[in-house]
């Protein structure tokens, strides 16, 4: 009886684990995104007021750098937060990570412009993008483990697609809600002087966040049974044989998918604005639909590869992005100058649909490509490191287009470039071949996504 006792508190105790990590990786996830899609819908106001040029495109192109910024420092916080992830715990890393986000946010929120203090600002600007690109580095290498590390292996192909894609969803919903007050609260020219500023002082919710984790939210089980020498630095281990071939090539999968999310939802408001027209407190209205539209679809084909596998559900749902993105954003330009905003929905809930959908088997199939020893690491380095190339993409479309008639053209060309490069990485490699639960050694078996 006693016995009994014993295993259904352990049950008990491992469920709430598992749903508190959980819990708090999709907030800071959701948080994290937040911060990405609060940039892009204020992206032509950051554009006048830090960025003022007689060509519009130019202007945009330069609010895309501070975002580009971030996205490049990146893998230098994956590095080194990842290592305090792998050595020092998945917990450690998050509040660090969620505090410094946190705090930079809402010094933005707070810079002046270039009105008032000329080049200086650009320069803060950029500045405070970097660090906060470090810290965002962080977000990944503890959200994406410590959650899918803390529950029960059946349920894992769920929670990588409800922290990886579904937090990305409810990101991107708080977000176009945020604009949407915003919008309402500063109408007009107040908007350009305080809404804007008002999003990212929101933005501070994850210092808060990380006070709540420190207090309440236990270590990864994984990690904690380890027996792989924290002393040893992560990233020597993840650059050497066999492990560097996995990271370059998952480097690559991110890429292709980190175009395809920063030219459809992380664009789409531009888009929406620039070239079908529409004003910004409809585009807010229209992002909540849409984006709310497609939070079902990462935790089900995150679910789907717990059943079909992480490189197969993986592999189908860029093959079929690879022919639905690039048709339905050139169809969204024939719909410009339309009066009926219902096609105008639709095609961006498709859009939006197929985005999310390949982050929901993403984030297990990246923690399975790495041992535990060295998995913080391997994820954060992946995930930012595509991140940080794909972010160079808006800048190139938006710098390359000769006016507002030709993105269109570039944006559907990088989409392109995003599919290709995903199809071919994903067809060259096996299925992960790391447990969350065994091998705790950090030793790489003989085939681990290894080249056919």
């Not at 995104?33 to 007689?54: E, G, M, R, T």
């Not at 309440?216 to 040893?232: D, G, K």
């Not at 719909?335 to 982050?359: E, H, K, M, N, W």
Request: hydrophobic residues 50%; glycine residues 10%.
């Amino acid at each position: 009886m006693q016995t009994e006792q014993m295993q259904l508190a352990s049950t008990v105790t491992r469920r709430g684990q598992g749903i508190g990590a959980t819990a708090s990786s999709a907030i800071g996830f959701a948080l994290d995104f937040y911060d990405l899609y609060a940039v892009v819908y204020v992206a032509p106001v950051i554009a006048d007021l830090f960025f003022p040029s007689d060509q519009g495109v130019l202007s945009l192109a330069g609010a895309y750098v501070t975002l580009a910024a971030t996205l490049l420092m990146r893998p230098v916080g994956a590095v080194l937060l990842g290592g305090l992830a792998d050595r020092h715990g998945r917990k450690r890393a998050m509040v660090v990570a969620l505090l410094g986000v946190g705090t930079v946010t809402v010094l933005l929120g707070a810079l002046p412009t270039t009105e008032r203090i000329g080049v200086l600002a650009p320069i803060l600007l950029l500045s405070l993008r970097l660090v906060q690109g470090f810290f965002v580095g962080g977000v990944f290498a503890s959200t994406l483990t410590l959650a899918t590390e803390s529950v029960r292996p059946h349920w894992r192909g769920l929670v990588s697609g409800l922290v990886g894609g579904g937090a990305t969803a409810i990101g991107s919903v708080l977000a176009a809600l945020a604009f949407l007050a915003a919008t309402q609260i500063f109408p007009g020219d107040s908007f350009d002087s305080w809404g804007w500023r008002a999003m990212f002082f929101v933005g501070g919710v994850p210092v808060l966040l990380s006070l709540v984790v420190s207090r309440y939210v236990r270590e990864s089980p994984s990690w904690e049974r380890t027996v792989a020498p924290r002393s040893e630095r992560p990233l020597l281990r993840l650059v050497a044989r066999p492990h560097r071939r996995v990271l370059a090539v998952n480097v690559l999968v991110v890429f292709g998918i980190g175009t395809h999310f920063l030219l459809t939802l992380g664009f789409l408001p531009s888009y929406l604005e620039l070239v079908n027209g529409l004003s910004s407190p409809t585009v807010g209205k229209l992002m909540v639909a849409v984006t709310t539209a497609t939070l079902v679809f990462a935790p089900l084909t995150g679910h789907l590869s717990q059943r079909f596998g992480r490189r197969s559900v993986l592999l189908t749902v860029s093959a079929v992005n690879a022919v639905a993105l690039p048709f339905l954003y050139w169809h969204l330009a024939d719909l410009r100058g339309t009066p009926d905003l219902l096609p105008i929905a639709l095609v961006a809930v498709l859009v939006s649909c197929g985005t999310v959908a390949a982050f929901g088997p993403l984030p297990i199939f990246l923690n399975e490509s790495f041992p535990t020893a060295i998995r913080g690491t391997g994820v954060a380095l992946s995930t930012n490191g595509g991140f940080a190339l794909a972010g160079l993409v808006p800048v190139a479309v938006n710098g390359l287009s000769d006016g507002v008639d030709q993105l269109p053209l570039y944006a559907v060309a990088a989409l392109l470039l995003g599919s290709v490069v995903t199809l071919v990485c994903l067809g060259r490699i096996t299925e992960p071949g790391h447990s969350l639960d065994q091998n705790p050694t950090g030793r790489s078996p003989e085939r681990c996504s290894e080249s056919r």
